[in-house]
């Protein structure tokens, strides 16, 4: 009996031993199991390099929002982050975390810029009614002599979406200007006006999550003075604000 | 003592008030509280000076202003205006006629846009290191030059060191004029290189 007494002590606090680092283990496994490391980096893009990482419960204090990254702060050091990893426990609070998601979403109106293959510079502003985007475009060339320049009302529509581009078309009225010395819409090179009918296309590439390049061809019909059509190819520039 | 009494007589009526059942929702209002405020940069501004090489012309300095919006992570676009001395003697041409005043200016005003190729970090010390980034940027603009004017085109290649609070950037720039006035002189044509500072907004 002597015998087993001195070995039972050191079973039972073996034993006593194991099932504390058992329970210890059941309960802080599945914290660490949600544990994640953030890796914050020098500047606000993926090519800068890590500067060092948290852990994704380290309570962080936000500095500066800049595109979908932020600058975020533990105390000692700083580094960016881009905004859809930060975790809901990093110590931001559910407003904040609110804001930067919004901050990430692209705006409604749309503003664009770039010229076409008539040496002409085109600008325009849409806004989204329903399915469809009502459009304003100005377009205006002063090479040499041959100034003019028009003016459209329309709609956009999206036609197609595919994984890394899309289709889109344009329907306008509008008002076109024929500066003296400019043959556009007047053979002998007087100053005129005429209305105007402009049918488009875009194929149009994502660059960045507020702007796109788009590829523009577009055929525009005089509906007076000489009632000639003039057909460009335009590279245009797409910024959602 | 009537007065006393008068309270007590009152406490009633007053708790009563206080649990109508009338809903009175508490206000809230969207948005961050003072102390989680976030600062947002949209871009950045800047000021700098120029080193002009022209065809056919003499060496000068420009002034320049740029601001530039931050359109994604490597995407911007870019505004600038640029104040410069254009040259400094008459040019006449066979018959005497006055083809290019003396002291003309040359300004110019574009946008465009620019994109970042390359970004890394540098270290001064070993101590400090700060973001940089290498940039490729287009511009279409109007340069005018004396009395006459013509579309401004450019495109310039920027380092770009960019601190938490400022930044600091050199510039290469080849840039053309399709001023006929200057066409005909063959002073269209020019690069530039110069180094710019600026903050954030």
Not at chain 2, 57 to 68: F, K, V
Not at chain 2, 92 to 107: I, P
Request: glycine letters at 10%; one cysteine or more; aromatic letters at 12%.
């Amino acid at each position: 009996m002597l015998v087993l007494g001195n070995l039972w002590r050191p079973l039972t606090f073996k034993l006593s031993r194991l099932l504390y680092i058992t329970t210890f283990c059941m309960i802080c496994a599945p914290s660490w199991a949600q544990q994640e490391q953030l890796y914050l980096r020098k500047g606000p893009g993926s090519s800068f390099p890590v500067i060092f990482e948290v852990s994704s419960t380290e309570q962080l204090q936000p500095l500066y929002l800049q595109g979908e990254w932020l600058l975020l702060s533990n105390g000692r050091r700083q580094g960016w982050l881009p905004v859809r990893e930060v975790p809901e426990s990093s110590g931001l609070s559910r407003a904040q975390l609110w804001y930067l998601n919004d901050a990430l979403r692209p705006g409604d109106w749309h503003v664009q810029g770039g010229w076409n293959s008539e040496t002409a510079l085109q600008v325009g502003i849409s806004y989204p009614l329903d399915r469809y985007r009502l459009a304003a475009r100005y377009t205006r060339s002063d090479a040499g002599e041959q100034a003019w320049q028009s003016a459209e009302l329309g709609f956009e529509h999206l036609f197609s979406r595919y994984s890394g581009w899309s289709l889109q078309g344009f329907a306008g009225l509008g008002l076109g200007l024929n500066e003296e010395g400019s043959r556009r819409w007047d053979e002998q090179g007087r100053e005129t006006s005429t209305a105007i009918f402009t049918l488009s296309g875009d194929v149009i590439w994502p660059l960045e999550t507020r702007l796109d390049l788009r590829l523009r061809l577009q055929a525009s019909q005089a509906l007076g003075a000489d009632q000639s059509a003039h057909t460009a190819i335009a590279l245009i520039w797409n910024l959602s604000l | 003592m009537k007065y006393l009494i008068l309270c007590l007589l009152s406490l009633p009526l007053l708790s009563v008030a206080e649990t109508t059942d009338i809903y009175q929702p508490r206000i809230k209002v969207a948005g961050l509280e003072q102390s989680e405020n976030i600062s947002r940069r949209y871009g950045s501004w800047g000021i700098g000076v120029a080193q002009q090489a022209q065809d056919n012309l003499s060496g000068r300095t420009a002034l320049n202003i740029s601001a530039r919006w931050f359109a994604g992570e490597r995407w911007y676009l870019l505004g600038t205006a640029q104040y410069a001395p254009f040259n400094r003697d008459e040019i006449r041409n066979g018959s005497g006629q006055v083809l290019l005043e003396s002291g003309e200016q040359a300004n110019v005003l574009a946008g465009g846009a620019g994109y970042a190729f390359l970004q890394g970090t540098a270290s001064l010390n070993g101590h400090m290191s700060y973001p940089w980034q290498v940039a490729v940027e287009g511009l279409l603009g109007e340069q005018y030059t004396g009395d006459s004017s013509g579309r401004y085109s450019g495109l310039a290649f920027s380092w770009q060191l960019l601190g938490d609070d400022y930044w600091l950037a050199t510039e290469w720039r080849t840039y053309q004029s399709d001023d006929s006035r200057l066409d005909k002189l063959n002073v269209n044509k020019g690069v530039q290189w110069g180094i710019s500072f600026g903050s954030y907004f």
